[in-house]
């Protein structure tokens, strides 16, 4: 039995960290999912991987409560934690783009997880229904108002990870440069940025909107960590991004998001909680 899981974990992780979009939580449901799954030691399964799922799909739409109510609570934007890849790991086919993530939080739990189900991870409506014990007349309806939803929030489109990597460098630059007016014309006029550092700095409390106001916060918080800064560009929820360390040390995760026309910036997403940075090696 602990074959059967280890095959099937990375599909667990990935379906429940796009419902739940924290680590340590997602390691928790697994915890959960493998101890249940010991306990039928001995007992035939027809379909192990399909009983697995389900197991943690819905173990997974009952630790969102807990997350949705430290999220009440928590300093300033909240963001999904970075999954930051090693410089030579190989790339999840079922990654998940930061901004993506974000437009997923403003689902209810079980729209989330039909729409991870069928738009990531490609199951049709009737295994979705089996593992959440509905009529498949009830996913579909649920997985349209979803799709929807998504769509108005967010175009899906996928940007070439070559410009997105370019852009990434040039944002940075002029960022880290003090290059007010560089910055000024790789950001979209109705940019957004948010800063998640869960009260630990001056990130703000809410979601910045306009180039000006954008620009001017990122180049008055740039020189912040002081000397040592470095920075090293990894594929964050797999997409070309950059993490940044001081020390050594984590300090923040970049993540960009596009326009359509892929020229300029449309979202900025920062994550400098130290506490959502542990798992980043």
Do not use: C
Request: charged share 25%; no cysteine.
């Amino acid at each position: 039995m602990s074959d059967e899981f280890s095959d099937h974990r990375e599909l667990l992780f990935s379906v429940v960290y796009n419902i739940l979009g924290t680590v340590a939580d997602t390691e928790d449901v697994l915890q959960e999912t493998w101890l249940a799954w010991t306990r039928r030691a001995g007992e035939p399964v027809e379909n192990p991987r399909a009983y697995l799922v389900r197991m943690a799909v819905n173990r997974a739409l009952g630790q969102r409560a807990a997350i949705s109510k430290r999220q009440e609570t928590y300093i300033g934007p909240w963001l999904p934690e970075p999954i930051v890849d090693a410089p030579d790991a190989a790339v999840r086919a079922e990654s998940v783009s930061m901004a993506l993530l974000v437009v997923l939080e403003t689902l209810t739990p079980v729209e989330r997880a039909v729409f991870v189900l069928h738009e990531v991870f490609g199951y049709p409506h009737t295994e979705i229904a089996e593992i959440l014990d509905r009529t498949a007349a009830s996913v579909r309806q649920v997985a349209h108002r979803a799709r929807e939803h998504v769509q108005a929030r967010r175009p899906r489109y996928e940007p070439d990870p070559r410009v997105q990597q370019q852009v990434t460098e040039r944002f940075l630059a002029a960022a880290l440069g003090g290059d007010l007016d560089r910055l000024m014309e790789i950001l979209a006029p109705d940019v957004t940025l948010w800063g998640d550092s869960g009260g630990q700095s001056n990130g703000g409390r809410r979601p910045m909107r306009g180039r000006d106001k954008v620009a001017k916060l990122i180049t008055a918080l740039a020189h912040r960590p002081g000397d040592g800064l470095r920075i090293a560009y990894r594929r964050v929820n797999g997409s070309p991004s950059a993490l940044l360390l001081v020390g050594g040390t984590p300090y923040a995760v970049v993540v960009l998001d596009l326009t359509p026309e892929r020229d300029q910036v449309a979202g900025v997403y920062v994550v400098a909680n130290s506490e959502k940075l542990t798992h980043v090696g």
